[in-house]
């Protein structure tokens, strides 16, 4: 009995997955990935969630760019420069990479998983998806309290292409609360 039922539900999910087609990005594991390739300036472009809730914090944003560094090994410092109508602030995060594990730790959220994943998902080899995630704030509660998909290019100018890709993407993976950026002011300096 056990066997029919497991056999079932191997086929339902073969069946599903060849009539689903949702592509699953390729993760990069902080431990082991080359970090100097994620080094310099980012342009963040897009959110996405499944919760508006979890995105409502970046609509207010008209624009913003990021610089990450690493100041000491396995620690990367991200300050970012982000236009808020006519304001500009810059704000710091400070990351840390840990042996045995493939997230970055945000300082000071030490339960906060920090994932980075390939930007050829969203057909750009030049970009970086960073997804980040908290637990449920309740051991009764099923969903994570926080988990969203930040889409970052290395150039300012938006390609609509790629942010479409990264949208239809997560889409398919039941997250369409999202948020672009306009782009229609000067970026701070």
Same mark, same amino acid.
């Given at each position: 009995?056990?066997?029919?039922?497991?056999?079932?539900?191997?086929?339902?999910?073969?069946?599903?997955?060849?009539?689903?087609?949702?592509?699953?990005?390729?993760?990069?594991?902080?431990?082991?990935?080359?970090?100097?390739?994620?080094?310099?300036?980012?342009?963040?472009?897009?959110?996405?969630?499944?919760?508006?809730a979890d995105?409502?914090?970046?609509?207010?944003?008209?624009?913003?760019?990021?610089?990450?560094?690493? $100041?000491?090994?396995? %620690? @990367? &410092?991200?300050? +970012?420069?982000?236009?808020?109508?006519?304001? !500009? *602030?810059?704000?710091?995060?400070?990351?840390?990479?840990?042996?045995?594990?493939?997230d970055v730790?945000?300082?000071?959220? $030490?339960?906060?998983? %920090? @994932? &980075?994943?390939? +930007?050829?998902?969203?057909?750009?080899?030049? !970009? *970086?998806?960073?997804?980040?995630?908290?637990?449920?704030?309740?051991?009764?509660?099923?969903?994570?309290?926080?988990?969203?998909?930040?889409?970052?290019?290395?150039?300012?100018?938006?390609?609509?292409?790629?942010?479409?890709?990264?949208?239809?993407?997560?889409?398919?993976?039941?997250?369409?609360?999202?948020?672009?950026?306009?782009?229609?002011?000067?970026?701070?300096?």
């Amino acid at each position: 009995m056990l066997a029919t039922v497991l056999s079932v539900l191997c086929l339902y999910g073969l069946l599903y997955q060849a009539f689903v087609l949702c592509l699953v990005p390729e993760q990069l594991p902080a431990n082991t990935v080359d970090h100097q390739q994620f080094l310099g300036k980012w342009y963040f472009k897009a959110a996405v969630s499944q919760r508006e809730a979890d995105i409502e914090g970046f609509k207010e944003l008209d624009n913003m760019w990021i610089t990450m560094e690493e $100041p000491v090994n396995d %620690t @990367l &410092l991200v300050t +970012g420069q982000m236009r808020i109508g006519d304001d !500009c *602030i810059t704000q710091t995060w400070t990351y840390h990479i840990l042996p045995g594990r493939d997230d970055v730790v945000l300082e000071g959220l $030490p339960r906060r998983r %920090t @994932l &980075l994943w390939s +930007g050829k998902w969203a057909n750009c080899p030049e !970009c *970086i998806i960073i997804q980040e995630v908290e637990p449920p704030l309740k051991e009764t509660d099923s969903e994570d309290s926080l988990n969203r998909y930040l889409l970052y290019m290395r150039q300012s100018d938006v390609n609509h292409e790629v942010v479409k890709a990264f949208l239809n993407n997560l889409a398919c993976h039941n997250a369409s609360a999202s948020v672009r950026l306009p782009q229609e002011k000067e970026f701070c300096t």
